[in-house]
């Protein structure tokens, strides 16, 4: 696996993700750390990601805003979104989400957690970053993976 540095992605995304289209995995190292592996979804398979991939549509949003302020094209997103079952919150969703603790959690964290937890049992855990949802994450005995994060 070829790797780039994270400061050549952000110069060159469009070069990059070109790479990846046609088939070529690339690792993102940050200081020489490995942070990310690029791949395309035609390379991802059931073997190597056995649990399905959850979230809400909410993600679909960010992903398209992070694209707009990085250049990506939307074809891109598109196909990244797409190994992903997307969860339609409910009013049930957004009222659990209006009452999740603590309350400085931002309202959009809050919908993240709350379509996580609507999938009970089948929740094997979830991507966070922000530590007001790592926190709540927590605090629901919720299993949280910080990729790249140390």
């Known amino acids: 696996m070829k790797t780039i540095g994270v400061r050549e992605l952000q110069q060159h995304p469009s070069a990059a993700l070109r790479r990846v ?6 690792g993102v190292t940050d200081r020489g750390r490995l942070v990310a ?5 035609a390379n991802v398979t059931r073997a190597a990601s056995p649990m399905t ?11 398209l805003r992070a694209a707009t302020r990085l250049g990506v094209d939307r074809a891109v997103v598109d196909e990244a979104v ?14 659990n989400a209006g009452l999740a603790e603590p309350s400085l959690l931002h309202s959009l964290d809050a919908l993240h957690l709350a379509s996580a ?5 089948h929740l094997e ?26």
């Open 125 to 150: 855990g979830i991507v966070a970053y922000d530590d007001r949802l790592i926190e709540a994450a927590r605090r629901n005995s919720v299993r949280v993976v910080t990729p790249g994060r140390r």
């Open 53 to 63: 991939l959850r979230s809400s549509h909410l993600s679909r949003t960010e992903a």
């Open 82 to 95: 797409a190994i992903v079952s997307l969860i339609l919150a409910g009013t049930s969703t957004y009222v």
């Open 37 to 41: 592996i690029l791949r395309s979804p």
């Open 117 to 121: 937890l609507e999938l009970g049992e």
């Open 21 to 26: 289209a046609q088939g070529e995995v690339i």
